[in-house]
Nanobody
């Protein structure tokens, strides 16, 4: 059973870079044909798919975040990470990492494995 755990700072100042890491256990991030994703839920809003990285390292991004978001991975640690540059208060959300045993999709509810989520607040 794949398990995911998010980690990172709970508070980030506006204009700074948000960095989150997802640690995977019970599986390897290079296992064919998994896709690993970042999803967030702002307060009072629905889920927003941010992007994904596949088992072979291919990345996909939500067009609205493409200029600010970057997803990378550390194979040796079975971790993948999200960097979001120039954060705004509107980036305040619960951030989830997720996975699915299929090609990456922009539909958040199609990821079958989820971390518990981590609250990130953007505030000075």
């Amino acid at each position: 059973q794949v398990r995911l755990q998010e980690s990172g700072p709970g508070l980030v100042k506006p204009s700074q870079t948000l960095s989150l890491t997802c640690t995977v256990s019970g599986g390897s991030i290079t296992t064919s044909y998994y896709s690993w994703t970042w999803i967030r839920r702002p307060p009072g809003k629905g889920l927003e798919w941010m992007g994904a990285i596949t088992f072979d390292g291919t990345t996909y991004y939500n067009e609205s975040l493409k200029t600010r978001a970057s997803i990378s991975r550390d194979i040796s640690k079975d971790q993948f990470s999200l960097q979001l540059n120039s954060v705004l208060p509107e980036d305040t959300a619960i951030y989830f990492c997720g996975a699915r045993f299929a090609i990456a999709t922009m539909y958040a509810d199609e990821y079958e494995h989820w971390g518990q989520g981590t609250q990130v607040t953007v505030s000075s």
